[in-house]
């Protein structure tokens, strides 16, 4: 192993790798967004909160100065800070040596490129590019023309049965699997006014947009769900919009989303609304790799989505979410 591998600092300690790496990652909210928003959500719900192993966390630390850094939630996808081709190999060869069941890959994609590319050469590993979301930022805010008859409300207790099935409807859309139990989902969200409800004027709910809780400034939008028999009818949008404006009006600095590159539809209404783009993110899954005892590992599950860190990106005509999954939401 090079010595350059060694740069890259591993600790399964959430407060280690935020003492570490938390002013790297806050330098550049936007960019960083899943990382501030899973590590946060690590840190109010227990580090179980994805999955029954333990996270693994890295930092690259070279001349007295974080470099990149990057996180894991069993059984989801690593989420990788934008790097050099060289970082990326030398990550790559650390974790075959701790964690040869790694299913994926989210980053920004000349960084997701360089890693798969090690990844595939050092473990035998097939590497498929499986996804490609794009982050955007709120400019100026412009609700699309006409707005739908209704209004938005912030979903309470009343709520919870209609959120964990959207909640699940949502990540069965996306041909992804949820990433925790939809009930403790809506708990969740409910606690912190995250999910809100574009309903009719007869009250009837039909289609929903949820939101991080700020951190470092920076709120993200998703995910955004409208269920397929009411599509088309200007509820999501109108209901990102009001998420959006909520947002900003609490004092978030940078309102942001993530979208789903293959659904132009999608793209389309949030640039409308005032959405910028900010940066380009590629999801790759891993098949195949040879483990340190001989066996190979399949794919695992995303966490965002289909393919997701935690947090992930997604935004699409119906369902609306984070990157592919990598862990939260």
């Known amino acids: 192993m090079t ?27 936007a960019r960083h967004t899943v990382a501030l928003t899973v590590t946060d959500a690590l840190r109010r719900r227990g580090t179980g909160g994805y999955g029954d192993d333990p996270p693994l966390f890295g930092v690259l630390e070279r001349g007295g100065a974080v470099r990149g850094a990057f996180f894991r939630t069993p059984p989801y996808r690593l989420n990788l800070t934008a790097v050099d081709e060289r970082d990326a190999d030398a990550l790559a060869a650390r974790l075959a040596d701790v964690d040869g069941a790694l299913p994926g890959v989210m980053a920004e994609p000349d960084t997701g490129g360089a890693f798969a590319e090690a990844w ?9 590019r499986d ?38 409807d949502f990540a069965d859309a996306i041909g992804g699997t949820a990433q925790r139990d939809e009930g403790e989902w809506a708990d969740d969200r409910i606690s912190y006014g995250g999910v809100s409800l574009w309903e009719t004027p007869d009250g009837t709910p039909v289609a929903m947009a949820g939101a991080t809780p700020p951190v470092a400034g920076q709120v993200r939008v ?18 990102t919009v009001e998420v959006s404006r909520a947002a900003r009006t609490a004092g978030a600095q940078e309102v942001l989303l993530f979208a789903d590159l293959a659904h132009p539809t999608s793209n389309g209404l949030y640039r409308r609304i005032g959405y ?17 005892d001989g066996g190979t590992a399949g794919a695992g599950r995303s966490q965002s989505g289909p393919r997701a860190a935690p947090g992930g990106l997604r935004a699409t005509a119906g369902p609306s979410s984070s990157p592919r999954s990598c862990g939260g939401r």
């Open 3 to 29: 010595s350059v591998a060694y740069d890259w600092q591993l600790t399964r300690d959430l407060d280690e790798f935020l003492g570490r790496a938390g002013g790297f990652l806050r330098s550049r909210p």
């Open 120 to 128: 595939r050469r050092r473990t035998g590993a097939t590497a498929v």
């Open 131 to 168: 996804g490609s979301d794009r982050l955007y930022r709120l400019a100026d805010l412009t609700p699309p023309g006409p707005v739908p008859a209704g209004r938005a409300r912030v979903a309470n207790a009343a709520d919870r049965g209609l959120l964990a099935r959207w909640y699940r």
């Open 222 to 239: 998703g995910p955004v769900y409208t269920p397929a028999s009411l599509r088309g009818r200007g509820y999501a949008g109108a209901v």
């Open 276 to 292: 910028r783009p900010v940066a380009d993110f590629a999801a790759y899954a891993f098949t195949g790799a040879r483990g340190r």
